[in-house]
Nanobody, 121 residues
Framework: QVRVVESGGGSVQDGASLKLSCQFSGRPFSALPIAWFRQAPGKDREFVGGIDWRSSSADFGRFSVSRDNARSMAFLKMDNLKPDDTGVYYC???????????????????WGQGTQVTVSS
């Protein structure tokens, strides 16, 4: 049984940085694409960024996604955070090997419980 657990959320000030972690377990990780999504109050869940087996890191503007296959972990580094970045952040794993990242949340079969990020001005 696969399991995804996020950690690292919290309350920060406008302009701060934060790094979220995602721990995956239950099956081999290195060939699986992972993605981060977020959901703000009253809004739909949206794709933040993701990474597949071919890369160890990828940049998405102020955010960067990385992975450590030896520890079955992924990370979301967020810089210069703004109040609009407030929401629940989810780590998602696509349970197909050697396929690319998708921005469609329906493509991901394993999700964490989410971690809250609050940015105040």
């Amino acid at each position: 049984q696969v399991r995804v657990v996020e950690s690292g959320g919290g309350s920060v000030q406008d302009g701060a940085s934060l790094k979220l972690s995602c721990q995956f377990s239950g099956r081999p990780f290195s060939a699986l694409p992972i993605a981060w999504f977020r959901q703000a109050p009253g809004k739909d869940r949206e794709f933040v960024g993701g990474i597949d087996w071919r890369s160890s890191s990828a940049d998405f503007g102020r955010f960067s996604v990385s992975r450590d296959n030896a520890r079955s972990m992924a990370f979301l580094k967020m810089d210069n955070l703004k109040p609009d970045d407030t929401g629940v952040y989810y780590c998602a794993v696509r349970l197909l090997e050697h396929v690319g990242v998708s921005s469609d949340s329906g493509e991901y079969g394993a999700w964490g419980q989410g971690t809250q990020v609050t940015v105040s001005s």
